[in-house]
């Protein structure tokens, strides 16, 4: 090679780099959870989506305190709450299901049952009206509850603090240990935490995560055994950041570490080995600076599937290395070469269109990383090589694999029942062959996932399943809506459609709401004179009820109720939860309870109550069964998915078709492929995975992968030295299943779901290939030399 | 004294109840009304530990506990259960009529301390809270019975209010 060729590609690949570099270090790096968050879902799903992500859900921190005695992780309990709770500047709030806190919460509905209780009307306080309502307190007191309500009824005699508690009937609560919440198991003392900062703000949860272990930390006389639990949104963003970028880092090195080894093994000379990383390099670099440009950012995991890059970029030079020291029949070799780039292409460019950020970004760092090391193997590496480079003579392994490769092919038949097997075992899973649900494709670790479900369940924060939401423009209408919609709510829970439902307004009415109840209640003057016709024939002493007379005088002219009153209750949080401040408006959610009668207990018919929202005119509410929609939006990409794949598929069987020019060859290449994805399937499916869109787009970068060694089988029909051929098959096969096979080992589902699919995925089309594409052996098993 | 009765031996004698069937009439005065409140039903008894109280006047109500677990039904309007372990206060109530019916003493001793007088047929058991939070809602509870048999439960709460309900056995099993 002319020193002139080699400075010319120096430079060209010193520019490439360089410009790569400027892009890469103005690139935003991101590791939130958005990027398995699809992209364009409906309204419905896009409401969801923004709380599960941004909305007060993802504002909260669930707490668990494990370890200890009960008494022990109640105290600790107690002292975690009221640290926390004083730091105003990072919790809006704090509960624990501390006896302080249900004191203040019994203190506001008694305090506020005059501007609170749903009855108070007009009718409510004649004589008639207070008689009735006296009448019911009266079988309240009698009732097997009464000593509940007997304290309260001098002051409250017709019972509005009941029925303002009443509406929250149905409402799962934690249960209680020692007098804090406790898991149901008993085993975990739990704390419900809402930070003020957004959960997407994962700098702030990290921030967040690390004071809540340092106050628990720094109780005094804390038991050593005891251990604080977390999960949520911004902690679970926090968590997976920080084993993504560990793994990431961990996965390259050891990736990195396997291919050193085993291409130093193979070529025996450190030169080669340099070059053989010279498009590795500049594609992993020019496929980050690609995704850059293209998506605004990169995602950290993006960086994760780099490594696998690594498995792929790497065979071109492996291949060039290899077969091309024979002699300048280079021709036949770039033609196969570039064909097994375009179906890489092919397969990856459906990526493209995925509504996942992820996929998205992986399709295209994966097409331009490609086509940048297949470049760069073409047209630097013959110019960069030095003259006097020799590769060791590869002849001997060379003949043991024509062997081993012969012996395969006489397996043809027992490989393809093989197949037939693993066709039947995938038919056999048909209807749970896939993972329905939306975490199955979160990078959240298996075990902080399960510490998530536990507390989630333990709190009842997982069962809001159904929920009538609308936006209004601003808090006063947004209150008032509710409340309209409420009446409308109610008149469904009498008809048994919804068993309950709970809103906002129940804590905070509105201020026309409040209004309306304060000119409800009769001056004093009517008060005393109704209230002494209403006990008559009753067993009531009206001189014991001076309370009742002057509370109710109270309400009449005081100051109504505002968020502030709220402060140091649990309808804090509720109306936090429920009244949603957003960027240009209020959004309000009203979870409903199923009725838990009738013939779908457990079901609510979201179209009957949109429908009684709607006639009631009430601009637009949306009503949302939350499940259904995580699984219709599961299934939704699920079908995207598997549409991509199969156009992927026909437009891969279309380029081969188009270059090998005859039907029969393109189905030896594509046989061992599909022979590879029943087998990977069928073992997935034995092991007991459900199989997620992410094992969808392994097979795919299996196929991509595994079509080059189907073509090169499929050449060497027409090459003498075919033993180097199927040696750097070999290697190339080997760096791909060690470097994919690594990815299988990562704590991150979605790395570890790719990584053991294509590992198994490509190392299965190797096999198949040899059995399937290549031509039939030589008949004393040797080939020629 | 030959006839002075023990407390395990009463409590012996309780715990060999079978299922229990009786009527009640209950009256409670309370210092806000009048009158006192009256109330009848009936009760069953199912050892070791399932109780239920249903009342038929003035107002259908049940309340059953069976277990950890109190479940109070107002036919027409609200249903809802408790965990007595999360209730201490209602658990109190609850156990000093079951575990005297169930002549569990200990179940009895975690929440009182126990007085007996009298004889076999005709005993009088006095119970006064061991917990503060209890003694704020309660001063005491005495359960009066002859033989296996309860025949009065009166309570005596913290304010001065008080409940006196009285059993008559209808049959037993």
């Not at chain 1, 509940?148 to 509406?167: A, S």
């Not at chain 1, 975490?439 to 009538?468: F, I, K």
């Not at chain 1, 090998?660 to 594509?670: C, H, I, Q, Y």
Request: include cysteine; charged fraction near 20%; charge should be neutral.
């Amino acid at each position: 090679m002319m020193p002139g060729g080699r400075l010319r590609a120096l430079v060209i690949l010193l520019a490439i780099c360089l410009a790569c570099g400027f892009v890469i270090a103005r690139t935003r790096f991101v590791s939130d959870l958005s990027a398995f968050m699809p992209r364009s879902p409906t309204e419905r799903q896009r409401l969801l989506l923004e709380q599960f992500r941004d909305g007060v859900i993802a504002r909260l921190v669930m707490i668990g305190i494990e370890g200890g005695d009960a008494p022990e992780r109640a105290r600790l309990s107690r002292e975690l709450a009221a640290k926390l709770r004083s730091d105003r500047q990072q919790f809006v709030g704090v509960q624990n299901g501390d006896a302080a806190t249900a004191q203040r919460d019994r203190d506001y509905f008694l305090q506020n049952r005059y501007l609170l209780a749903p009855d108070i009307a007009p009718e409510h306080f004649t004589a008639e009206g207070l008689h009735a309502a006296l009448l019911e307190s009266l079988d309240r007191l009698s009732g097997d509850a009464g000593f509940l309500f007997k304290n309260i009824f001098p002051r409250d005699p017709t019972g509005e603090t009941v029925k303002v508690l009443e509406r929250f009937e149905g409402r799962s609560q934690p249960r209680s240990v020692e007098g804090v919440w406790a898991s149901p198991d008993g085993k975990l003392a739990l704390l419900l935490v809402q930070t003020r900062a957004a959960g997407s703000d994962i700098e702030a949860q990290s921030r967040v995560v690390s004071h809540i272990h340092q106050v628990f930390e720094a109780i005094e006389h804390r038991k050593t055994d005891t251990r604080l639990l977390m999960s949520g949104t911004g902690v679970l963003s926090v968590a997976s950041r920080s084993a993504i970028e560990g793994e990431i880092a961990r996965l390259a090195m050891a990736s990195l570490a396997l291919v050193t080894c085993l291409l130093l093994a193979v070529y025996r000379s450190p030169v080669l080995f340099l070059l053989g990383m010279v498009p590795v390099v500049l594609g992993a670099l020019v496929g980050i600076a690609a995704v850059s440009l293209g998506f605004g950012q990169v995602h950290s995991l993006t960086l994760g599937f780099g490594t696998t890059l690594i498995g792929e970029a790497v065979d071109y030079s492996i291949y060039f290395f290899i077969q091309c020291f024979g002699g300048p029949r280079s021709d036949r070799f770039w033609r196969t070469i570039a064909l097994g780039v375009a179906t890489s292409i092919a397969g990856y460019s459906v990526l493209l269109f995925s509504g996942f950020p992820s996929l998205a970004q992986l399709g295209l760092y994966s097409i331009s990383g490609l086509v940048a090391a297949a470049l760069a193997s073409r047209y630097l590496l013959p110019a960069l090589m030095p003259g006097r480079t020799r590769l060791r003579d590869l002849r001997r392994p060379g003949a043991v694999l024509e062997r081993l490769f012969n012996q395969a092919g006489r397996m043809r038949w027992g490989a393809l029942a093989v197949v037939l097997a693993a066709c039947a075992i995938i038919v056999a899973h048909s209807g749970r062959i896939w993972n329905r649900q939306l975490n199955a494709l979160s990078p959240v670790a298996h075990q902080d996932q399960r510490t998530d479900e536990r507390l989630r369940s333990g709190l009842g924060v997982s069962d809001m399943r159904y929920v009538a939401a609308f936006a209004a423009h601003d808090e006063p209408s947004a209150l008032e809506q509710a409340e309209r919609a409420g009446a409308v709510l109610q008149n469904l829970v009498d008809r048994s459609v919804i068993g309950g439902y709970t809103s906002p307004a129940f804590v905070l009415p509105s201020l026309a709401q409040q209004r309306s109840r304060q000119s409800a209640l009769p001056d004093p003057a009517a008060a005393r004179s109704r209230l002494n016709q209403a006990i008559v024939g009753l067993p009531i002493r009206v001189d014991r009820l001076s309370g009742f007379l002057s509370d109710l005088q109270a309400a009449r002219t005081r100051a109504p109720l505002t968020r502030a009153d709220l402060d140091g209750t649990s309808a804090e949080m509720l109306v936090d939860s429920l009244l949603v401040k957003r960027d240009h408006d209020f959004l309000v959610l009203l979870p409903l309870r199923t009725a838990g009668a009738g013939p779908p207990a457990d079901r609510i018919d979201v179209d009957e109550v949109g429908r009684a929202l709607g006639q009631a005119r009430l601009g637009e509410v949306r009503v949302v069964d939350i499940l259904e929609e995580t699984t219709s939006l599961f299934d939704s990409y699920l079908r995207e998915a598997l549409m991509l794949v199969a156009i992927g598929c026909v437009v891969i069987g279309g380029l081969l078709l188009a270059s090998l020019r005859s039907p029969l060859r393109t189905l030896r290449v594509a046989a061992p492929l599909a022979c590879s994805v029943a087998c990977v399937t069928a073992t997935l499916l034995l092991c007991g995975v459900q199989l997620t869109i992410l094992h969808l787009v392994g097979l795919l970068l299996a196929v991509a992968i595994g079509s080059n060694y189907a073509l090169f089988f499929d050449m060497d029909r027409a090459v003498e030295d075919r033993g180097q051929v199927q040696v750097s098959l070999v290697v190339a096969n080997l760096t791909a299943v060690s470097s994919f096979g690594l990815l299988g080992f990562s704590r991150v589902p979605v790395l570890s779901a790719i990584g053991t699919t294509v590992g198994l995925g490509t190392f299965l089309a190797l096999v198949f290939s040899a059995m399937l594409t290549r031509s039939r052996p030589y008949p004393d098993g040797a080939g020629p030399t | 004294m030959a006839d002075d009765l023990q407390l395990p031996d009463l409590m012996r004698t309780l715990s060999h109840n079978q299922q229990q069937e009786a009527t009640f009439v209950e009256k409670r005065y309370l210092s806000v009304l009048d009158k006192p409140l009256e109330s009848s039903g009936e009760l069953y008894f199912i050892p070791p530990n399932r109780l239920e109280k249903r009342t038929l006047k003035p107002k259908p109500e049940t309340l059953i506990v069976d277990g950890d677990v109190l479940i109070v039904d107002q036919s027409n309007r609200h249903r809802f259960t408790v965990s007595l372990q999360e209730r201490p206060d209602i658990s109190a109530f609850v156990e000093s009529i079951r575990g005297t019916l169930a002549g569990d003493q200990s179940a009895l001793e975690k929440f009182y301390s126990i007085e007996l007088s009298g004889s076999a047929d005709r005993w009088r058991l006095s119970l006064v809270p061991l917990r503060q939070e209890m003694m704020r809602i309660i001063s005491r509870i005495q359960i009066a019975g002859s033989q296996a048999d309860l025949t009065t439960i009166e309570f005596d709460f913290a304010d001065g209010d008080r409940s006196e309900m009285l059993v008559a056995k209808a049959r037993s099993r």
